[in-house]
């Protein structure tokens, strides 16, 4: 009988796991595409010159970086979130957690992709394994499950063509500096 009442328990309190996690925003996510004109116009004590960019981006909505929520433990420490992509790759992220409040320490990388970082996800379905353990990794996770987070292709949006005036030569060849400025500048298009 005690083993039953263990067994119900049990599975109860993964099932609730499972009915909390995900992340802070949710687990619908759209992909949308930016586009713009920025017109550069240099002048410095190292020479001049002008140059027009096209700036192209797919932002994440509502967020690029996001905190992963699941079960409240006291005694878990570490998240571990693998994303097992249709195109088979895999994309682990680890965290800190804190298991008092039930979400990771920082924000996770959903979207942003650079030299030195990747995204966990990709646009379409992603079915992401996690798991919830104490200082010890080895041992049985507190909490484990599986979650989909769909990332969706919004509508494109398009901010005003803008000039700016540069005191450096430099900004009329670095397109990339210039386009996340025009973007940030323009709350990217919204």
């Not at 109860?12 to 550069?40: C, I, M, R, Y």
């Not at 699941?70 to 682990?92: H, I, Q, W, Y």
């Amino acid at each position: 009988m005690f083993k039953t009442i263990l067994t119900f328990c049990m599975l109860g309190s993964f099932a609730h796991a499972a009915d909390v996690a995900g992340f802070s925003s949710g687990n619908d996510f759209k992909a949308t595409p930016l586009e713009g004109q920025v017109v550069v116009t240099c002048e410095g004590f190292n020479g001049g010159g002008s140059a027009s960019f096209t700036c192209r981006d797919v932002v994440l909505d509502p967020v690029s970086y996001d905190y992963f929520k699941g079960p409240r433990d006291a005694r878990a420490t570490k998240v571990e979130l693998t994303n097992k992509r249709d195109d088979n790759s895999v994309r682990t992220k680890s965290d800190d957690y804190d298991g008092a409040r039930g979400r990771s320490r920082g924000s996770v990388n959903l979207w942003i992709s650079t030299l030195f970082q990747k995204p966990l996800l990709m646009a379409g379905k992603n079915r992401i394994h996690y798991k919830v353990t104490g200082d010890n990794t080895s041992a049985a996770p507190f909490a484990e499950g599986d979650i989909v987070v769909t990332v969706t292709r919004n509508k494109a949006r398009s901010c005003p063509t803008t000039h700016y005036n540069s005191a450096d030569v430099n900004d009329c060849t670095s397109q990339y500096s210039v386009c996340q400025r025009y973007f940030e500048q323009f709350n990217y298009c919204r």
